[in-house]
């Protein structure tokens, strides 16, 4: 069995030389760029996973060396890398460069078709040609998403809460802790998960049985997915495979996959925005593949790439904002509350944060801020600069000030309107009305949650991406914020007058 499948991949190979050179414009015409060993693998993918071999050749790795990409000028590179070695750098970026990185690191690697390959590319591996690229993005929240959900007891205990099937005995409800398969298709969906490699395993493929590495949470592309080389993230969570296209990771349907309401209204905002509007009207007529991109000819309204993290110049070739894949890096506040807005934390590992009361916490419950951890006055302010001259490339001065200024008031007030309900759960806890012992699970403290985790941050997202009122005022914004306290001031005093009546009397003596 194991001749007749090198002798498939003989066949194959041979074939695909003939293949490309009749094919259509997305096809090479010119084999000599494509290394010996990716064109073993094309010769069968071709057949067996077309669907692969087609994306890959409509993506600029199919018809670039990196030896070419090195050449081009500063603003117009796509690659960090000074040098490539390894014989890399000569041939295009097929299938075999990038599965056959590293081997000694993946323990995912296994014996394909006479080949060492890795099942799994990381961010390691792509830093041969883009490693300025995976060090700011291995240092940022996204990179840490993973750890910074499931190694927080706080955070971890409100996935417990969310997941997990509940089930009903004597009346009451009793929830069964969520299975690692629920979780995959739920928090860890977007923030990644940890693969691991079992051993190996048997399976039965169009070509026979072959061998491969048996993974857990395969597969997965969450943002801070931990890969069997040790790495943290994906590259693929925004630039998908195998085309890796800068065009889809600046569009904001990439975002979309997660940023979404009701706790991450980005996407939902952006749509009902002024630049949303001009996007969904005009973004077809846009150029979503210029390295470096100019504001105003290439796009002429924003989308997530633009003011967080894309390299922006104006028409005369300056620098508006530096290339970053850490994509917290030019912010200065943390709009996602947990439980409050706050600056940006220092480190993207958040679990290291401990608040005043010890808890892994960035404020403490009345709003004060974990400063040791967080950013300072003035890192903030140089990275407010650099949102306003994007801002500015648009807009005047007068405009974009006055948009910040409206932000940090809805910062205040959000958090206030937080701060109130977190006084009205302590007051429950201090009653004994709500039992503290986990902060999430019962229904006065599941309203707390929805005042900060959904209503608060809902407004803070409307008033940040230039107006969608309807999200700032009646759909998860003000009017949620007001109602959800009443619902608590009632929930408590509701229930501790029942409290009152069902606990017994006592006789007092004359």
Known sequence: MRRLIYFSVIVFTLF???????????ALTDNSRISPQSQACIGCHRTYTPGIVEDWLASRHSKTTPAEAIKKPALQRRVSADSISGGLSEYVVGCYECHSLNPERHKDNFQHMGYKINVVVSPNDCNACHPVEVKQYSESKKAHAVKNLLSNPVYHTLVDVVNGVKTIENGKIISAKPTEATLHDTCLGCHGTKVEVKGLKKIFTKMGEITVPDLTNWPNQGV???????????????????????????????????????????????KESKHGNIYSSKGDEWNFSKVPWEIGKDFKSPTCATCHNSLIVSPDGSK??????????????????????????????????RN?????????????????????????DRRLDIMKSVCKGC????????????????????????????????????KGIEDKTNPFDEPIE??????????????????????APDYAAFKLGWWELTNNLMMMRDAIDIKGQVGKKSSPKTIKKK
């Open 16 to 26: 695909s030389s003939v293949a490309f050179a009749s094919e259509g414009s997305e």
């Open 395 to 430: 807009h005047s001065s007068s405009w974009t000030d006055g948009h910040f200024a409206k932000l940090e008031n809805t910062i205040k007030e959000t958090n206030e309107m937080t701060l109130a309900a977190t006084k009205l759960m302590v007051e429950a806890w201090g």
């Open 320 to 353: 508006l904002a530096e290339r970053n894949h850490d994509f917290g890096a030019r912010l200065w506040v943390r709009v996602f509350g947990l439980i409050y807005s706050h600056p940006q934390p220092r480190s993207g590992n958040t679990t290291i944060i």
């Open 356 to 380: 005043k009361d010890g808890l892994p916490l960035p404020t403490t419950f009345t709003g004060e801020p974990a400063s040791e951890f967080l950013i300072d006055a003035s890192e903030q």
């Open 446 to 467: 599941q309203l707390w949650i929805k005042q900060w985790l959904f209503y608060s941050n809902s407004v803070r997202y409307a008033s940040a991406m230039t107006g």
């Open 224 to 270: 801070g997915r931990e890969n069997p080389d040790e790495s943290r993230g994906t590259c693929t969570a925004c630039h998908a495979r195998h085309a890796f296209s800068i065009e889809v990771a600046r569009k904001p349907y990439t975002c979309s996959q997660c940023h979404l309401e009701p706790d991450v209204p980005a996407w939902n905002v952006y």
